[in-house]
């Protein structure tokens, strides 16, 4: 059986160049000098300009570029059934099963490797620039595709996305860059098979795999067509294709106007679908800039606003977060990449930063230099994968990086401080100077995780909780390092799972698994937030209060009510960080520091704190009994994905969690995480109890107060009192009182079900200053009581009222 291609691995292979179109409201009369001015402008954008091919990082690109094309021109070897003979498309038995795929993929491939060639026949500095050889070549495998498998006529089997994108994709840009040498008969040929798999009803309803990244996708195939074969109602269809791509939706795949990115109904997609969309539609914008069919629609103002709105909370040094890139996290080093490199979070964040450059010429003047400038600082913190040396990265995007990086008029700006809920994808991101941290979650309309095509397929827990952190200088490949492969699946940081026995892809593909709970959500000032997990575990009895709450330079974590009947073992893992291959950090528990050897492990009987040189500190307020395990772990990428290497890798973990013991009823826990604190400030932070309050930790209700910050945050499962609020009903609330004498009070509906909320804090309040519509009513004095009206249409958005305290 052929393994399988991934979309990932299309991408990937075509360099990066996955894009679309945009949209206006009316077809154009063209001349063909227009279409030329089209092909040549599409020439440029994939090709890249403004760059010296002699000069770094470019000469050695360009120099890899026709080392590649060499290799693939000289294995050319046309037969029936394929144009490689590595890469066999003919499907002996053709359906829409994993081998189909494969063979589908094949075809795909080979029209990516026909693009390599061209583009090393159009690009200078490659050593085959305008090679009549290589010319040839390339009208020879663009033939013997057309005849042998991809023309009208041909019946599709295998991954629809090969036919109706990869492939097409490809073949149009090969096109462009060999339009020249190319006659009228074969090009229309080529537009033929074009038509017969991306016929114009593609696009006609925004559904199945019709929408998001994929209908940008879609949409640029027919501007393409249209641009190739000098067809003024095709870029107009594709153009018009993307209405539905700008809105705001409030369900399905799409941005949400909370700055959630979904794809597969049920997927947080931003690091990958979402990386599709933005790069697609600069392109095209760029493409019909000043054209007849200039993208004019005015929602694409969403999609600029969408760049600090949706991309930016993600964005962290130049990677992208790995809780928004779904089955993306398994595609690290794949069978089938010729050049074998290990994908990871910031070869994924890379290409968004040069989408932003390139969106950014769209935009106004003021936005793009602010988009300039965030991406210079991201580029400039990316110490651990440096952008410019990224060696996947497309030459176009390479020159976009690099044009920032060279331009004295732009100064870099540090990573913006604040918390970011996103309540449409369970997803949370938390910034402060020094650190980032990212929450994902599930419930009925996010999934636990997603798998399909063979990947991810232990992925299982990512949504149970599972919290990242990076430091600003420090562990910034904590999940870029063979991570993924050689994590335990059953201790990811943060989460709290049954260690029952899960098969691979577990709860079946393209997310179909989803938790039936509704309480999942929080509610944020800006600054800090208390965020709240009702956990049910996949495939399991497990249930479990989570707790969050986010502030200066801790998380606070609390867990209640977990309960369980697998027969199986449940854990919370406090953490599970990366040491790398030699995996030496200093570990220090109490003032003790502890063993290097491996394998290594404890039961820490009332541990106060912990320490990870390196990392960050840990802290168990009334001390804790914790389980500590230093330990070498293996793995390849082939175990959790299909199409992955079977190469064995082997990375040393230090992990720190709470064993529940098997079949626990009502356990609880605690800890405070204290990302890049050194061992004197973690037992300084154990040592002071009056820091931190916990007002409850219960299944009922979860709440701390930090005096000295003005913080009180409190998820009430259930309505209730918990130190000086009360709730009538479920909700979470965080209040800030600041040092001016006024106070924040955050209030949310997770649940997105109550038609009323009357909130009481009994604190003196002399008045109200600002509030939400919602608010119906609020009485002040003593004490402050809040009515809140209809909260079920805010999509679990936080409510903000500012009062003046008394």
Request: glycine share 12%; aromatic share 10%; proline share 5%.
């Amino acid at each position: 059986m052929t393994t399988p291609w991934s979309r990932r691995g299309f991408l990937a292979a075509c360099s990066g160049t996955a894009v679309a179109l945009g949209i206006g409201t009316r077809a154009s009369a063209a001349t063909p000098d227009e279409f030329a001015t089209l092909r040549a402008r599409w020439r440029t954008l994939i090709l890249g300009e403004g760059f010296d091919p002699a000069a770094a990082p470019f000469a050695s690109r360009l120099a890899d570029l026709g080392g590649t094309a060499r290799r693939y021109r000289a294995a050319m070897a046309p037969a029936a059934g394929s144009l490689w003979p590595d890469l066999v498309y003919a499907d002996p038995d053709p359906d829409t099963d994993q081998e189909s795929y494969g063979y589908s993929g094949n075809m795909n491939a080979s029209y990516t490797r026909l693009s390599t060639l061209a583009q090393a026949h159009a690009q200078p500095g490659t050593g085959l620039t305008g090679d009549a050889d290589l010319r040839d070549a390339i009208l020879t495998g663009l033939d013997h595709l057309h005849d042998d498998v991809y023309h009208a006529g041909q019946a599709p089997y295998g991954n629809w996305y090969s036919w109706q994108i990869g492939a097409p994709q490809a073949l149009l840009d090969v096109c462009v860059l060999m339009y020249d040498a190319l006659s009228a008969t074969r090009i229309a040929g080529y537009l033929a098979a074009v038509d017969h798999f991306v016929p114009d009803t593609a696009v006609a309803s925004y559904s199945g795999t019709s929408t998001g990244a994929n209908r940008v996708d879609l949409c640029r195939v027919l501007a393409l067509r249209g641009v190739v074969g000098a067809s003024p109602a095709k870029v107009a269809l594709a153009r018009d294709a993307l209405s539905p791509v700008f809105p705001y939706v409030t369900s399905g795949d799409g941005l949400y106007a909370d700055g959630s990115f979904v794809q597969h109904t049920s997927v947080p997609y931003t690091g990958s679908y979402g990386s599709v969309l933005l790069g697609g539609l600069g392109l095209l914008f760029a493409l019909l800039a000043d054209s007849g069919w200039a993208v004019t629609d005015p929602d694409r103002q969403i999609v600029f606003d969408a760049v600090e709105h949706s991309w930016a909370p993600f964005l962290y040094n130049g990677l992208v977060m790995d809780g928004v890139a779904g089955r993306a996290i398994s595609r690290g080093l794949m069978v089938a990449d010729p050049n074998q490199i290990e994908q990871d979070d910031h070869l994924r964040g890379h290409p968004i930063l040069a989408s932003i450059v390139l969106l950014g010429q769209g935009a106004s003047s003021t936005a793009n230099g602010r988009w300039r400038a965030l991406v210079k600082g991201w580029m400039d913190r990316d110490y651990y994968s440096p952008p410019l040396a990224d060696p996947v990265l497309s030459l176009p995007h390479l020159a976009r990086l690099k044009g920032v990086q060279d331009d004295g008029s732009v100064t870099a700006v540090a990573e913006p401080a604040g918390h970011r809920l996103f309540p449409s994808m369970a997803r949370a991101t938390h910034r402060r100077p020094g650190w980032a941290a990212a929450l994902s979650m599930a419930d009925r309309r996010i999934t636990y995780y997603e798998t399909g095509n063979g990947e991810n397929l232990r992925g299982w827990h990512t949504g149970s909780g599972m919290l990242y952190w990076w430091g600003d200088s420090f562990a910034n490949g904590q999940y870029s390092d063979a991570f993924w492969p050689t994590v335990d699946p059953y201790r990811l940081p943060g989460t709290t799972v049954s260690r029952k026995v899960l098969a691979d892809a577990a709860g079946g593909d393209w997310g179909a698994a989803k938790p039936d709970v509704n309480w999942v959500g929080g509610a944020t000032d800006g600054e800090r937030a208390a965020v709240g997990q009702y956990l049910k575990g996949l495939r399991s009895t497990l249930v479990a209060k989570k707790s969050w709450f986010f502030l200066d330079d801790t998380v606070v974590c609390l867990g209640a009510g977990i309960t369980c009947t697998d027969g199986a073992a449940v854990e919370t893992t406090v953490d599970n960080r990366n040491l790398g291959a030699t995996g030496n950090a200093p570990f220090t528990v109490d003032g003790t520091v502890e063993p290097a050897a491996l394998p290594w492990s404890a039961a820490l009987t009332g541990a106060q704190w912990a320490h990870l040189g390196g990392h960050g500190g840990y802290v168990f307020p009334g001390g804790a009994h914790v389980r500590a395990l230093r330990e070498a772990r293996d793995g390849s990428w082939s175990t959790i994905n299909t199409g992955g290497a079977t190469t064995v890798v082997n990375r040393t973990y230090l992990t720190l969690y709470v064993d529940h013991g098997t079949d626990p009823v009502d356990a609880s826990y605690a800890y405070l995480l204290l990302p890049g604190a050194t061992a004197a400030r973690t037992r300084a932070r154990a040592a002071n109890a009056q820091w931190l309050t916990v007002l409850a930790n219960s299944p009922s209700q979860q709440g701390v107060s930090v005096r000295s910050l003005g913080f009180t945050g409190v998820n009430f499962w259930f309505g209730g009192t918990v130190g000086t609020l009360t709730a009538s009903d479920p909700c979470c609330v965080m209040i800030s009182e600041r040092g001016d004498g006024t106070a924040v009070i955050a209030v949310s509906d997770p649940m997105r079900m109550r038609t009323a909320l009357t909130l009481t804090w009994r604190r003196a309040v002399a008045e109200v200053t600002s509030a939400p519509a919602t608010l119906a009513s609020a009485a002040t004095g003593t004490a402050l009581s809040l009515v809140f009206g209809d909260l079920t249409g805010t999509a679990g958005v936080t409510q903000r009222v500012t009062v003046r305290l008394r």
